[in-house]
């Protein structure tokens, strides 16, 4: 049996392939409420998962959404052999 992708997951990967995009053009794109995808996009940037980024062009503020870089996600340990092996 094969396991349903999750909202959350639907959001994520989406993220990841198209980074810097408001709530409002996520649930359109994905054809899901604002709410849904605001609450989604809450609980992976308490993750860690995705990070913010306000934008004010005018009166308007946006927040983008970006994924994390992997390297960001790593323990410790694992980043300074990464670090060791890239020098």
């Known amino acids: 049996m094969v396991k ?6 639907k959001i994520y ?14 649930s359109k794109t994905l054809q899901m ?3 849904k995808v605001r609450h989604a996009l809450t609980i992976l940037e308490q993750e860690g998962l995705v990070k913010f980024k306000f ?6 503020i946006r927040k983008l959404s ?3 870089n992997f390297l960001e996600l790593l323990p ?10 890239s020098l």
Not at 13 to 26: A, H, R, S
Not at 76 to 85: A, H, M
């Open 13 to 26: 990967k989406f993220v990841c392939e198209n980074p810097g995009l408001n709530t409002y053009i996520i």
């Open 33 to 35: 409420t604002g709410g």
């Open 4 to 9: 349903e992708e999750t909202t959350k997951d």
């Open 66 to 68: 970006f994924p994390v």
């Open 76 to 85: 410790k340990s694992l980043k300074k052999e990464v670090k060791k092996l």
């Open 55 to 60: 934008e004010r062009q005018n009166p308007r």
